[in-house]
């Protein structure tokens, strides 16, 4: 048994110091944006403060096969492993930093959002040109949910941006967040020079000859410093020098608030030209927090008080035909996890013995002999033992919250091409279902008995017949369909009844048997609920 592992505390009293201590260095996030924000381009520059420069490269290589669809589907295929589930971890100071790749662009799904149940800190890449854009304010509002610490990276100050008030009156708007600017650009495109830290009321000129692969240094200087007046145009520079001031009228940071996700500290910056990277990185070094305690039926569990547990929130299918297996990805939320560790699945009673837990390093996975909470890691077999939410203790069995659902967006009749498949049909679907990849509505009212797929993106319907197809043998046809909106909908029969079901509302129910409305718009939801109140039309999750 190794040091740290003695080092437990026998009959569940929690972790030892040493294990204490690694929980403590851990910070689990990850990063939220619209597509083409930046965040593949901060994740490689902050990957390479963490001396972890070999992974950067693979992060570039798979945002680029990642843009066809059909490239993706193959390589997850060739590696057997989702190519979109990737922890980065690497060292900063003292810490151990957990990244977690949030799939976007196509490959946007429900998995997107439930990478968000196992982090503790997300970083929001806003683009100074654009500022909040729709998928960000989607995956800001799942962080906002569990009340997430969020730290604002508003990115691209190379190029002409917004003026930066009006991008910090956008987020206080819109995301009903107070954004405290923790630097302040100085100038914008051609212009931009660098950021005055507000703490420190030093200004961080940049050296644009530096390559942008490299660590960029930084040449620390006053506000006063002749080079910056040269830099700008006087209205520039005057403007500069006011918000400056203005600056002393903000509201200042406050840790707490921060933590209770009231407020988000905001840096300016460009992650292409490494410019306002390592200032954030300190950052967030001192100021996002070690892994937290997660809501259970047994009550909060303390990672420090309580020896390894954890919850699935992903499952991935291997892809490789040859083995039908899967890996579960589970967040450990407290104690330390070791390899061969028996423990117990609190769902169905049963002990396990982990004898193969992965960790996984960009596109590479490895076996691993411990990890802490904070960590991720995956076990093979997900499908067969797992199903998302589950969770598994070393301690007496409890369950963590489950998991919630999202709210699908996009619907899609899915029809067997081939009646004699219909077992196999069914069975896959069922487990597809089980494993999260979609939802599976059926008609009440109509003749047709075709299941209807809800999905949160898009490429999940590709997902979902590509792997009916492969593990299966089942081929099958979409017939996409023009609702938006699922809603649960509940009320006496009579007024239920009453609704106009024939005139484009969709009567379906799912697994569990409730009653699901779908509708054309969220207009239309609004327009029922406001001529039927007996009826409620509530969130599916
Ligand atoms: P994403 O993962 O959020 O989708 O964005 P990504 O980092 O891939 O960045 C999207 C585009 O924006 C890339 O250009 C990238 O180089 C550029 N970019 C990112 N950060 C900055 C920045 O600070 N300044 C400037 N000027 N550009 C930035 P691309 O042409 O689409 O891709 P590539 O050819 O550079 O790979």
New binding site residues.
């Given amino acids: 048994m190794s040091g740290i592992a003695e080092s437990m505390t026998k009959n569940g009293s929690g972790p030892g110091t040493a294990v204490a201590e690694c929980i403590t260095a851990r910070r689990t996030f990850a990063i939220i ?12 520059k902050l990957l390479l403060y963490g001396n972890a420069i070999h992974l950067a490269g693979s992060v ?1 290589a798979r ?2 096969q990642r843009s066809a669809t059909s490239d993706w589907m193959a390589m997850e295929r060739e590696r057997g492993i989702s190519i979109t589930s990737t922890v980065m971890q690497f060292p900063y100071k003292d810490l151990v930093v957990n990244l977690l790749d949030t799939p ?2 196509q490959d946007f799904s429900e998995d997107t959002y439930r990478t968000l149940m196992a982090v503790d800190s997300a970083v929001m ?1 806003l ?1 100074a040109a654009k500022g909040v854009e729709p998928q960000t304010l989607k995956l800001f509002e799942v962080c906002r949910q569990r009340n997430i610490p969020i730290f604002t990276f508003i ?5 002409p941006a917004r003026d930066p008030l009006a991008l910090l009156d956008e987020i206080e708007t819109v995301l009903q967040m107070e954004p405290v600017p923790m630097n302040w650009p100085i100038g914008d495109g051609d212009r931009f020079m660098g950021v005055y830290e507000r703490h420190s009321e030093c200004v961080h000129l940049f050296d644009r000859t530096v390559h942008n692969q490299t660590i960029s240094p930084e040449l620390i200087t006053g506000i006063d410093d002749p080079r910056i007046a040269r830099g700008l145009s006087d209205a520039q520079h005057e403007d500069l020098l006011v918000n400056i001031g203005l600056l002393e009228e903000l509201r200042s940071f406050d840790l707490q608030a921060f933590r209770q996700a009231r407020q988000t500290p905001v840096y300016f ?5 490494n ?1 306002g990277v390592q200032l954030f990185l300190d950052d967030f070094a001192e100021m996002a927090p070690a892994p937290g305690a997660y809501p259970s039926d047994d009550g909060p569990i303390d990672p420090l008080q309580r020896g390894f547990s954890g919850f699935v929130f992903k499952i991935q299918a291997n892809m490789d035909p040859r083995h039908r297996d899967s890996v579960a990805f589970v967040r450990v939320c407290s104690g330390q996890f070791e390899r061969n560790m028996s423990v117990v699945h609190s769902r169905t009673g049963n002990t396990m013995r982990l004898s193969r837990p992965y960790r996984f390093f960009a596109d590479e996975r490895e076996v691993i002999d411990e990890a802490f909470a904070g960590d991720i890691i995956g076990i093979p077999g997900g499908r067969r033992d797992f199903a998302i939410g589950d969770t598994i203790t070393c301690e007496e069995p409890f369950n963590y919250a489950p998991i919630p659902r999202f709210a699908p967006e996009h619907f899609a009749r899915l029809i067997n091409k081939d009646v004699s498949k219909y077992k196999q049909f069914r069975k896959g679907l069922e487990q597809l279902e089980t494993e999260g990849a979609m939802q599976v509505l059926y008609e009440t009212d109509a003749a047709r008995r075709d299941p209807i797929l809800a999905v949160v993106g898009i490429l999940q319907f590709d997902v979902v017949q590509a792997r009916l197809d492969a593990e299966y043998g089942v081929a099958t046809r979409l017939e996409p369909l023009s609702y938006q909106e699922a809603r649960l909908v509940q009320g006496p029969a009579e007024k239920i009844e009453a609704l106009p079901w024939a005139y484009g509302l969709l009567r379906t129910k799912d697994k569990q048997g409730r009653l699901i409305g779908l509708f054309r718009s969220e207009f239309e939801v609004g327009y029922y609920a406001e001529r039927h109140p007996e009826v409620t039309f509530g969130a599916v999750n």
């Fill in positions: 944006s619209h597509p083409d924000a930046g965040k593949t381009t901060l994740t490689e570039r945002r680029n976007g662009h890449v683009d990115n691209k100050l190379d190029r910056g460009s992650a292409l030209t410019f």
